[in-house]
C-alpha cells in the first residue's frame, strides 16, 4: 500500500507524456498499425482513387472522395484492421468505349469492427462521338466528387459525395462551359473541398494544420483540369488541376491531360484537341493520428512518495505554466508572370509577398497583439505550416500560382491561430492577365489591374495590392508588406523585422518586367516577372518565428528547424519548414 497514503486501492503510477503518431499507409494491407499502449482514440483521413480523365476535349477526373474522422475508439496497443488503397481510375483514351475517364477505387480502413470508407473519383466525360460510342460517353460520371464533360455536349458534370455523407467527402464537376465554339473546352473534376471552375479542377482539403509533415503537404483531393478543343486558342483560359493532386487539362492539338498525383486522390486531366488521352487519376491514401497524451499522475500519493520521485526526476511535467509568444508569420510569395509569345510586348507582372503578420517586432503600425497562455499544460504543442512559393509562369503564355499560407495553430481558431495569405502571383498575357489577390496582390499586365492585398482582410493589414500595366509595357510590381507595387515594374516594400536577432526584410514584392528572379527562400518574397522569352521566377517560402520569454523551453520538429536563446535570454524557434512546437 506504499505510495497511495495508506489508502487501499491500485498502486499509483506516473504516466509518461506520449507524443503525437502519425502513420501514413499508401498501399493497400491487412494490417498496418498497430496503437500505442494507452491510446485510446484515432483520428484518421481516408483518401480514395480519384477518376481519370475523358480524351479528346474530355473533362477532368473527380477528386477521390476525402474525409476526415475523429475520436475513434480503440483499445491500447491493439491492431486496427484491413487497409484499402483506392486505386487510380483509367484515363480515357481514344476510340469507343474507353473514351471517358474511369471511376477511381473505394479507400478503406477498419477500425473496432468497422469500416470507414471513401468513394473513388467519378471519371471525366470524353468523346462520345466515335462509332459504336456510348451517347452519353460526354457526361461527367458520379462518385466521391463529379468528373467533368466533355466539350460541346449537352450532358451534366458528374454529381459529388456518392456516399451520402457529412460532411460531404467531395463536390461536383463544373457544367457551366460553353458548348459551342469557337472557345468551348471540356469542364473540370469536382474537388474535396470545392465544385469546379469552368475549366479549372476543384480545390482539395488541407489537413496540415492537424496532421502535420504528412505527404504532398498535407493537402488530397484535388480535381482533374478540362481539355480544349478544336480550334480553341491557348489564351482561352487555365486548364488547371484542383491543389491536391490534381492534373493539369491538355492545352493544345497533341496534349494529352496530366495523370494526378499518386497517393493524394487526385483527378486526371482531360485530354486537349483531337486524338488525345486523358490523365489516369491518383491512387489513395490513409492516415492514422494517435493523439498527444501529456504526462499525468492520478490518485493520492503520500509525500515520502512524492519526494522520492522528486528525486529520481520523475515527479513533473504535468504542471501549468503561463507565458506570452510574440510571432512573425510570412507566407509564401507568388510566382512571376512571363510574356506570351516571343513576338509579345507584354512583359509579365511581378509576384505578390507573402501575407506578413507579426507581433512584438517589426514597423509599429504592423504589430498585432502577442499571444498569451494562461495555466496550459507544460509541454503542449503547436502545429506551424510554412507556406511554399507560388511557381513562376513558364514560357510562353503559361500561367503562375499563388504562393500557399503559412500558419501557427495554437487552437485552431482566431485569435489564437495567426494564418497568413499566399502572395498572389504575377500577371502573364495569355495566361491570366490581372494579378491574383493575396496577402499582397500579384502584379497586371497587358493593360490589366493588379490582384488586391490583404485578401482576406486582417487587422493589422497584411499585404498591399499589385501594380497596373498599360498594354504593351511593363508588368506592375507585385504588393509588398509595407507598400503598394507601382505602374510599369516597381515592387512594393517589404517589412524590417529583427525578431530571430538579426536585422532581416521579409515579404517584399516581385519587380514587373525583369529577369525573372525567384523570390528570397523563407523570407516570403515574390518574384519577378519575365520582360524576355523566358520561364519566371517562383516565389520565396515563408518561415514562421516564435519568441518567447526566458523561463520557458523550446522544442521543435523536424530538425531542419532551429532553436536559439537571444543574449537578452528570450527562447526564440525558427520554422523554415512545416512542424510543431513544444513549449515547457
Not at 13 to 24: F, G, H, M, Q, W
Not at 480 to 505: M, W, Y
Not at 509 to 517: E, N, R
Amino acid at each position: 500500500m506504499a505510495g497511495n497514503g495508506g489508502i487501499i486501492g491500485p498502486p499509483n503510477t506516473v504516466n509518461a507524456l506520449v507524443p503525437e503518431v502519425i502513420t501514413t499507409v499508401t498501399s493497400s494491407t491487412p494490417s498496418a498499425v498497430t496503437v500505442q499502449p494507452g491510446t485510446k482514440t484515432v483520428d484518421t483521413i481516408i483518401v480514395a482513387g480519384g477518376g481519370g480523365g475523358g480524351n479528346d476535349g474530355g473533362g477532368g477526373g473527380g477528386a477521390g472522395g476525402t474525409r476526415q474522422i475523429n475520436d475513434i475508439a480503440v483499445s491500447g496497443g491493439s491492431a486496427l484492421g484491413a487497409v484499402v488503397i483506392g486505386a487510380a481510375g483509367a484515363a480515357g483514351t481514344p476510340g469507343a468505349p474507353t473514351a471517358p475517364g474511369r471511376q477511381g477505387g473505394n479507400s478503406s480502413i477498419v477500425i473496432g469492427g468497422t469500416t470507414y470508407t471513401s468513394t473513388g473519383g467519378g471519371g471525366g466525360g470524353g468523346d462520345g462521338t466515335n462509332p459504336g460510342g456510348p451517347s452519353d460517353a460526354g457526361a461527367g460520371q458520379p462518385g466521391g466528387s463529379g468528373g467533368g464533360r466533355r466539350i460541346a455536349v449537352p450532358f451534366p458534370a458528374g454529381t459529388g459525395n456518392a456516399g451520402g455523407f457529412t460532411p460531404p467527402e467531395g463536390f461536383p464537376g463544373a457544367a457551366q462551359t460553353p458548348i459551342g465554339g469557337p472557345n468551348y473546352l471540356g469542364s473540370g473534376g469536382g474537388g474535396s473541398s470545392a465544385a469546379s471552375t469552368n475549366t479549372i479542377g476543384g480545390a482539395g482539403t488541407d489537413f496540415s494544420p492537424n496532421f502535420p509533415g504528412i505527404p504532398n503537404s498535407g493537402v488530397y483531393g484535388g480535381g482533374g483540369g478540362g481539355g480544349d478543343g478544336p480550334g480553341t486558342p491557348p489564351d482561352s483560359g487555365p486548364r488547371a488541376g484542383g491543389t491536391g493532386g490534381g492534373g493539369a487539362g491538355g492545352r493544345g492539338p497533341g496534349s494529352n491531360g496530366v495523370a494526378g498525383t499518386a497517393n493524394t486522390g487526385g483527378g486526371g486531366g482531360g485530354g486537349g484537341q483531337v486524338g488525345t488521352s486523358g490523365g489516369a487519376g491518383g491512387s489513395g491514401i490513409v492516415i492514422v493520428k494517435e493523439p498527444f497524451r501529456s504526462k499525468s499522475a492520478s490518485g493520492v500519493w503520500d509525500m515520502n512518495t512524492v519526494y522520492d520521485l522528486v528525486k529520481e526526476g520523475e515527479w513533473g511535467g504535468f504542471n501549468v505554466q503561463s507565458y506570452s509568444l510574440n510571432y512573425l508569420v510570412v507566407a509564401g510569395g507568388g510566382g512571376g508572370g512571363t510574356r506570351y509569345s516571343a513576338s509579345g510586348a507584354e512583359d509579365g507582372g511581378g509576384g505578390g509577398a507573402g501575407g506578413y503578420r507579426a507581433s512584438g517586432f517589426g514597423p509599429s503600425p504592423l504589430q498585432g497583439s502577442a499571444l498569451s497562455f494562461s495555466n496550459v499544460v507544460q509541454g503542449s504543442s503547436y502545429v506551424v505550416t510554412v507556406g511554399a512559393g507560388g511557381s513562376g509562369a513558364p514560357f510562353p503564355g503559361g500561367s503562375s500560382t499563388d504562393g500557399t499560407n503559412s500558419i501557427f495553430n495554437v487552437c485552431g481558431a482566431a485569435p489564437l491561430k495567426i494564418e497568413s495569405e499566399g502572395g498572389g502571383d504575377g500577371g502573364t498575357h495569355g495566361g491570366g492577365h490581372s494579378g491574383n489577390p493575396g496577402g499582397s496582390g500579384g502584379g497586371g499586365t497587358a493593360g490589366s489591374s493588379g490582384g488586391t492585398g490583404n485578401t482576406p482582410p486582417t487587422t493589422p493589414p497584411q499585404g498591399n495590392p499589385g501594380g497596373t500595366a498599360p498594354a504593351g509595357a511593363n508588368g506592375g510590381g507585385g504588393g509588398g508588406a509595407t507598400g503598394s507595387g507601382g505602374n510599369c515594374g516597381p515592387a512594393g516594400a517589404g517589412a524590417p523585422n529583427d525578431i530571430t536577432g538579426s536585422a532581416l526584410t521579409y515579404a517584399v514584392g516581385g519587380t514587373g518586367g525583369a529577369c525573372g528572379a525567384a523570390g528570397t527562400t523563407n523570407r516570403g518574397n515574390g518574384a519577378d516577372g519575365r520582360g524576355n522569352n523566358n520561364p519566371a521566377g517562383n516565389g520565396g517560402s515563408g518561415v514562421v518565428v516564435i519568441r518567447g520569454p526566458s523561463a520557458v523551453t523550446f522544442a521543435v520538429a523536424p530538425g531542419s528547424n532551429s532553436t536559439s536563446t537571444h543574449p537578452g535570454g528570450d527562447k526564440i524557434a525558427t520554422f523554415t519548414v512545416s512542424g510543431t512546437l513544444t513549449v515547457s
